[in-house]
Each structure stands twice: as structure tokens, then as C-alpha cells.
């Protein structure tokens, strides 16, 4: 819009420019051609009321003193010469060498001859204006040619120019005017196309698998915009029920994983059981003196696999548990010092930046999170030389941090986007559900567990929890 506004501006500026000059040139065309006709009336007049013979010889003596008196009337200048082009006479008091030809050229004479009106006009420029000069015969009572009337005309432009600039003068301002409409215009205008387009931007921003997004709904939007909002209306309902589908399916695939996980563990205590019930049964003798002994390590063998199916069991049964909020206050530090009291080995350290950091955690919860992490980086440190954990509590503006840090085996970047989910573990014992245990619980109290780690080296991780205000 602003585009076009300025380009209309340009083309009516050319034009008018050339309108102007357009007219000018029509006006001094049209005001030569009035003044030779009523000069050469004139000279007529005059041929016809002299005394002399009108012959070429005696033109001079004819318009020797009605030449300016002719000048005068008309006000305007001009010259007479020859059939051969000399000067004979000019309106002029004196005879201006630089101004007034003494002879005319020989091209002039051609065309004037060859010319089918008998008229001849020729454009020259004098210290810097314009002029031209026509040539027309002068002709006896008999339209017998005996000179040349010559007048020159000089354009006078000045007024012409001076009405130009003040018209484009007025033109521009109201172009001006006109700009600065448009601009305005051409701004709410944008304002209102791009505060729709700005909605359905930041509702596209906030559109999430993991939660229902809504639709957008706009008052009056334009053919387009609405053509827009359609699209991703449907688009909503259809990523809500492929979200739907997505749940599902994934809560399908983890149960069946979790069945073969179960299956998987439980199995494996069952296999010695059998064999060892079968061995029983196969050297069972009533009468073996050291009936007693064997009984004692047959059923010391089944009580060891019934523990393991027992913990597994337990795993499991602590992992799908979510944990109650009890918002019981807390002291952390105190909590976190006394999850620890129940670890041995002497490479394990605690410092706390402050005595007492206060936050709303069910304080089981919060053992079993402190505990597992603190396990993890007992497991990681086996074949170091120099093992080293350190257990931390510090505050962190509206957050109470806890970082447990090990100097063990670290953990690769190819499992770095795993290691919370349930089931996955790097040890060779275990059922991976540590972790997943950890981030549940963390999450459920609106905390957030994070680590870094650097394979060879150790690893640190960060449990943070909102403090209690």
C-alpha cells in the first residue's frame, strides 16, 4: 500500500512535469505564430499606404521609420533582410553583432524556399534561454516575395516555472498527507491480520503431546484466518486422539515389558528351586545319619530363593507405589544425614552449607531417594583405587538441593537419555528400577532430578525440592 502511494506520487510528478512543459510549449508556439500574423498584418498595412515603389531596393526606405513604430505596437522586435539574406533593417535602436545576424545562412535560404507555407522556424539558445526565430517572405501588392520578415522570440518561462513549483508544492504535501495515511493505515491494518496470526503462533508454540491442547477461537477473522484456525482445530482433535491411541499403546507395551521383566526375575530363583527339590527328593534316605544336615542346607538353599523372588516382589511393588503427599516439614539436612547412617563403608562424606534447610517432603519418601542415589554410587566406585562419595545439602534460592557425587565408572553418552526410564541398567545385577523409582518420586513432590557425568571420571547427581516458605 505504501508502495503504490509512492509510486503515484512519482508518476503524477513525471507527468505533471511533462504536462508543463507540454503547455509552455503549445503557449509560446501559439503566442509566435499571433504575433508574426499581426506583425506581417502590419507590414502590409504599411506596404500598402507607402509612397515609395514597392520594390526589394527600396524596402529599407519603406519601413525606415514604421518599423518601430510597428515594434512598438506590437511589442515585439524584429528584422527584415534581403532575398539574399542580408540585413536590411532591424526594430532595434542599435545593431547588436552578437545578437543580430548581418547575413543569414545559406541553409536557412534553402529551407525557407523549400518550404511549402514559405515559412521556415529555427530553435537556438542564448545565454542559456531558449529562443526561436521564424522566416517568412514579405510579399508586394502582386504577393510578389521582396524580403524577409525575421522574428526572433525568446520563451520567457519564469511565471510558468514559479506556478510548477508551487503546484508540486501542493501536490507534495497533500502526497505527503496521503503517505502518512497509508502508513497508518497500512499499520493497524497489519496489527489486525498479524494479532490473529500471533495467536495461532503461540498456540502452536504451546501445542504438547503430553497434555490436552486447546482450540483456538477468534472473534470475526478474516476468510484466510479462518481457513487457518480450521485447519488447526482439526489438526487439535486429531492430535489428541492420536495422543489417546499413543497412551495407550505405550501402556500396553509397558505392561507386556513389565510382565516379561516379572516373568524374567521370578524364573530365575525357580530354576534352583526345582533342581534342588528334585536332588532332595532323588538322595532322600530316612535312615542317613546326617539326614538332619541336609534337611538344614536343602531348606537353607529354598528360604535364600524364596528371599530373592521376595525382593523382587518388593521392587516392584515399591516402584509402581506412588508416594503420599504428606507435606510433613522437615528439616533436610538432619533427614538426609540419617538416611546415611545406615551405609558402612568409610569413603562415604556429607557437609551441609546450613544446619537446618526446611522443606514440606514425606520424610520415607525422601530416605528412599537419598538411599537408592547413594547406592547407585556405591556401585559405581567397586574398582576405583581411591573411592570417593560425597553427599551434599545446600540451598538454592526457592530450592533445597541435594547432590550425591562419585568418583566411579560415570555413565556413557549412549545411555544418558535412558536412565531413568524403568528397566534399564547398566549392571549386571538388578532390575533398573532404582532410578525410575527416584524420578517418580522427585517429580510427584514438583522437584526435578538432573545429573552430570563424564565416563571414567564420576558422575553427580542433583535433586532439587522446593523449600518450605
Known amino acids: 500500500m505504501i508502495f503504490l502511494v509512492v509510486l503515484a506520487s512519482v508518476l503524477i510528478l513525471v507527468t505533471t512535469i511533462f504536462q508543463f512543459q507540454e503547455i509552455n510549449k503549445d503557449y509560446h508556439q501559439d503566442r509566435m505564430e499571433r504575433k508574426e500574423e499581426q506583425i506581417r498584418q502590419s507590414i502590409d498595412l504599411a506596404i500598402q499606404k507607402t509612397t515609395y515603389p514597392v520594390t526589394p531596393e527600396n524596402l529599407g526606405l519603406i519601413f525606415k521609420n514604421e518599423i518601430y513604430e510597428i515594434a512598438v505596437v506590437q511589442n515585439m522586435n524584429f528584422n527584415l533582410y534581403s532575398l539574399d539574406g542580408q540585413l536590411i533593417k532591424s526594430s532595434r535602436p542599435k545593431f547588436e553583432n552578437d545578437s543580430i545576424s548581418m547575413c543569414l545562412d545559406a541553409e536557412i535560404l534553402n529551407k525557407l524556399e523549400a518550404s511549402v507555407d514559405k515559412r521556415y522556424v529555427e530553435e537556438r539558445a542564448a545565454a542559456g534561454d531558449k529562443y526561436q526565430a521564424s522566416y517568412t517572405y514579405i510579399s508586394d501588392n502582386k504577393f510578389k516575395p521582396i524580403g524577409i520578415l525575421n522574428l526572433p522570440y525568446f520563451e520567457d518561462n519564469s511565471f510558468n516555472d514559479k506556478e510548477l513549483r508551487e503546484f508540486l508544492w501542493r501536490l507534495g504535501g497533500v502526497y505527503f498527507l496521503m503517505l502518512l495515511i497509508a502508513i497508518a493505515f497500512a499499520f493497524f491494518i497489519s496489527k489486525y491480520i498479524t494479532r490473529s496470526l ?16 486447546e482450540k483456538i477461537f477468534i472473534d470475526s477473522p478474516g476468510e484466510e484466518i479462518e481457513k487457518l484456525i480450521s485447519s488447526y482445530n482439526a489438526m487439535i482433535d486429531e492430535l489428541g486422539q492420536s495422543a489417546v491411541k499413543l497412551a495407550r499403546s505405550e501402556r500396553e507395551q509397558a505392561w507386556r515389558e513389565m510382565a516379561k521383566q516379572v516373568a524374567h526375575e521370578i524364573k530365575n530363583p ?116 581411591s573411592p570417593r562419595i560425597l553427599v551434599s545439602v545446600a540451598s538454592e534460592k526457592d530450592m533445597v538441593k541435594i547432590s550425591v557425587a562419585d568418583n566411579g565408572v560415570g555413565i556413557l553418552d549412549e545411555h544418558s537419555d535412558k536412565i531413568f526410564e524403568p528397566k534399564f541398567t547398566t549392571k549386571t545385577s538388578g532390575m533398573g528400577l532404582g532410578l525410575g523409582m527416584v524420578k517418580n518420586i522427585v517429580e510427584t513432590y514438583k522437584g526435578s532430578i538432573n545429573f552430570t557425568s563424564k565416563p571414567g571420571k564420576g558422575t553427580v547427581f542433583c535433586v532439587r525440592f522446593p523449600r518450605a516458605l
Open 198 to 213: 500471533e495467536t495461532i503462533s503461540d498456540m502452536m508454540e504451546r501445542t504438547d503431546l503430553t497434555r490436552r491442547n
Open 270 to 385: 525357580l530354576t534352583p528351586m526345582r533342581l534342588s527339590v528334585q536332588s532332595f527328593e532323588r538322595k532322600f534316605d530316612p535312615k542317613d545319619p546326617k539326614i538332619k544336615e541336609k534337611v538344614a542346607e536343602y531348606s537353607k538353599t529354598l528360604i535364600q530363593q524364596i528371599d530373592t523372588m521376595s525382593s523382587i516382589a518388593s521392587a516392584f511393588s515399591n516402584f509402581a507405589e506412588m508416594p503420599a503427599q504428606q507435606n510433613e516439614t522437615l528439616n533436610v539436612v538432619k533427614i538426609v544425614k540419617l538416611a546415611l547412617d545406615i551405609f558402612n563403608e568409610d569413603y562415604i562424606h556429607f557437609i551441609a552449607e546450613e544446619e537446618e534447610i526446611i522443606a514440606k517432603l514425606d520424610r520415607t519418601q525422601l530416605i528412599r531417594v537419598v538411599t537408592n542415589l547413594v547406592k547407585n554410587a556405591i556401585q559405581a566406585v567397586p574398582e576405583v583405587s
